[in-house]
């Protein structure tokens, strides 16, 4: 007797990647993951819009102020309350990292410039009030509203 053993083939890999259920997971997770990412990119700009439709009429003041001038950064006073809450809920920024408590560069952030420009009625103004007022240096809190 020979101890003559014929060769076997090759075992056949399985491929897991053209498994019908397998490629299923995948899209759905893919899918999942899109549309997570694009959930999360968005949230702060959603937050922004949320912020603007919700504002106290002193925050509603300030805002219009920036918008009536067509100014992108004022001086406030660092601690005025309507003037933090707004910086908290990232409406407004702190120009420079650098500033006199009493006298701090504020900016409006770009993003939600735009977008009141497009909706003045959030802040109760009209499209024809924007940008009216010849800017009368630097904006303090005290001038915010006019005297009657």
């Keep these: ?53 919700n504002l106290a009429t002193d925050e509603r003041d300030i805002l219009a102020a920036y918008l009536k001038e067509d100014a992108a950064c004022e001086y406030f006073f660092a601690f005025h309350g309507p003037v933090c809450s707004l910086i908290a809920k990232g409406v407004l920024i702190f120009a420079s990292g650098m500033f006199d408590a009493f006298e701090a560069p504020v900016m409006i952030n770009p993003y939600v410039r735009r977008y009141l420009r497009k909706n003045p009625d959030l802040v109760g103004l009209k499209t024809t009030d924007l940008g009216t007022l010849k800017p009368r240096g630097r904006l303090k809190t005290k001038n915010l509203r006019p005297e009657e």
């Excluded at 075992?11 to 990412?37: E, T």
């Excluded at 694009?38 to 439709?53: I, Y």
């Design 1 to 53: 007797m020979d101890n003559f053993q014929e060769p076997r083939a090759a075992p056949q890999r399985y491929d897991a990647s053209l498994n019908p259920q397998i490629l299923r997971k995948r899209r759905i997770f893919l899918g999942s993951y899109v549309l997570l990412q694009w959930w999360f990119a968005w949230r702060p700009v959603r937050q922004l819009k949320w912020h603007c439709k």
